[in-house]
């Protein structure tokens, strides 16, 4: 899987849009870019994923840029429980495998919301 | 809540104890992982079990023994600890079955595991 690089931490007032960068440039053509979160205590919840076009959610929007090698997680009006550690990660598509991927994390951003 | 449940979520043991963390879901998928989260690391990759069967087994140390009876249940067992494995013990699930699937992982809260 390519590797990411992601600034460890950011500050976001609350209500404000929050933009998480992720750089990926070494990506390949059938890697999907994932956006997971974890607060505090809690497991990994999942975000958004997408290919080459942009993407939107209940959650988020996923910017990719036209040569895929960066991308960029929007939450529109963050909130004090946005606060976590969100995670970009790239994998590849599903081969023939049903599914199973090795997935691996990197230490992601740290956003805090502040009121 | 994510369908995949962890139990317990809290477990203090001491060195010589025996005890297991058990993972289950009901999401229909038929992958399942072990993670470690260990303070202010990265997730790291233990085991994955696909369709039951292991697959990966990320240089493991033999006192942590996965077992996955079926597609819906995976245990990871622990014996002769060391306070060096004090973690959060994660387990996700994902896949089904179809040979083009994209499904993102589905986590469980964790075990928060203290060896003593």
């Known amino acids: 899987d390519a590797k990411t690089t992601q600034p460890p931490s950011m500050d976001c007032a609350e209500g404000r849009a929050a933009n998480l960068p992720c750089n990926h440039s070494t990506i390949s053509g059938n890697e999907y870019v994932y956006w997971y979160r974890q607060i505090h205590s809690q497991g990994p919840q999942y975000i958004i994923h997408?290919?080459?076009n942009n993407e939107t959610n209940e959650m988020a929007s996923l910017i990719i840029t036209e040569d895929r090698k960066s991308s960029t997680l929007i939450l529109p009006h963050a909130t004090l429980r946005d606060t976590a550690v969100y995670y970009c990660?790239?994998?590849?598509?599903?081969?023939?495998?049903?599914?199973?991927?090795?997935?691996?994390f990197g230490t992601g951003t740290k956003l805090q919301v502040i009121p | 809540e994510t369908g995949v449940t962890q139990t317990p979520r809290h477990l203090v043991m001491g060195m010589t104890n025996k005890k297991s963390l058990k993972c289950e879901q009901h999401?229909?998928?038929?992958?399942m992982y072990w993670y470690k989260q260990s303070a202010k690391k990265p997730l790291e990759l233990m085991f994955v079990?696909?369709?039951?069967?292991?697959?990966e087994n990320n240089s493991v140390p033999s006192r942590f023994s996965p077992e996955c009876p079926n597609s819906s249940h995976l245990f990871l067992h622990l014996h002769t600890l060391q306070p060096e494995d004090s973690a959060l013990y994660l387990c996700?699930?994902?896949?089904?079955?179809?040979?083009?699937?994209?499904?993102?992982?589905?986590f469980g809260n964790g075990t928060r595991l203290t060896v003593t």
């Open positions: 990660i790239v994998r590849l598509r599903g081969a023939g495998s049903g599914g199973y991927q090795k997935v691996t």
């Open positions: 997408g290919l080459k």
């Open positions: 996700a699930s994902n896949g089904q079955g179809r040979s083009n699937d994209n499904s993102p992982l589905h």
């Open positions: 079990y696909n369709f039951k069967e292991q697959t």
């Open positions: 999401l229909g998928h038929n992958a």
